[in-house]
T-cell receptor
Framework: QKEVEQNSGPLSVPEGAIASLNCTYS??????FFWYRQYSGKSPELIMF????GDKEDGRFTAQLNKASQYVSLLIRDSQPSDSATYLC???????????FGTGTSLTVIP | NAGVTQTPKFQVLKTGQSMTLQCAQD?????MYWYRQDPGMGLRLIYY???????DKGEVPNGYNVSRLNKREFSLRLESAAPSQTSVYFC????????????FGPGTRLTVL
């Protein structure tokens, strides 16, 4: 079983809709969770991190964490064509040294 | 403040050749990382360094060596390149807080023929 699993997509949503991206992880001791956005040919950039159960909102982005279910999600409200990218879920190991990445979900926002 | 820099940006090698990928950060971070990214495989950790003078293996270390030259620099060496090492390589750094993210360099696209 991989440490972090994501649906690879592709996920397509119309402009203005909500995009929902999901991630599950295997290590119950993990404490910190990160969402990165990666445009084609570019390096990953941080969108949000979360470490407490519940929701965390930042502008159009909301991260949700459920440690009991070992589940992290990212909601993008009012999706824009500029949100079209691959979204990577990352989990910091319980030792605090290593990040484990999912394979990424490709999102396309259709104008 | 350049963040994380990597050289070269592109490289083509023949099987058996060696090369070193360079990475430097100017954010005074303790931890540095080397990843490779292949289609459909996500980012996989090759080696990391939690502090100057220490290095540890990640998920896919075979065929690679690393050197943490000082706090700023962390290099990745391929001693005898193989076609299976064709990939995009990213260097990253972060501070020690558990909520601190990694900052990535622009990447090196390596092709081994």
């Amino acid at each position: 079983q991989k440490e972090v699993e994501q649906n690879s997509g592709p996920l397509s949503v119309p402009e203005g809709a909500i995009a929902s991206l999901n991630c599950t992880y295997s290590d119950r001791g993990s404490q910190s969770f990160f969402w990165y956005r990666q445009y084609s040919g570019k390096s990953p950039e941080l969108i949000m991190f979360i470490y407490s159960n519940g929701d965390k909102e930042d502008g159009r982005f909301t991260a949700q964490l459920n440690k009991a279910s070992q589940y992290v999600s990212l909601l993008i409200r009012d999706s824009q064509p500029s949100d079209s990218a691959t979204y990577l879920c990352a989990v910091l190991s319980n030792t605090g040294n290593q990040f484990y990445f999912g394979t990424g979900t490709s999102l396309t926002v259709i104008p | 403040n350049a963040g994380v820099t990597q050289t070269p940006k592109f490289q083509v090698l023949k099987t058996g050749q060696s090369m070193t990928l360079q990475c430097a950060q100017d954010m005074n971070h303790n931890s540095m990382y080397w990843y490779r990214q292949d289609p459909g495989m996500g980012l996989r950790l090759i080696y990391y360094s939690a502090s100057e003078g220490t290095t540890d293996k990640g998920e896919v270390p075979n065929g690679y060596n690393v050197s943490r030259l000082n706090k700023r620099e962390f290099s990745l060496r391929l001693e005898s390149a193989a076609p299976s090492q064709t990939s995009v390589y990213f260097c990253a750094s972060r501070s020690d807080s558990s909520t601190d993210t990694q900052y990535f360099g622009p990447g090196t696209r390596l092709t081994v023929l």
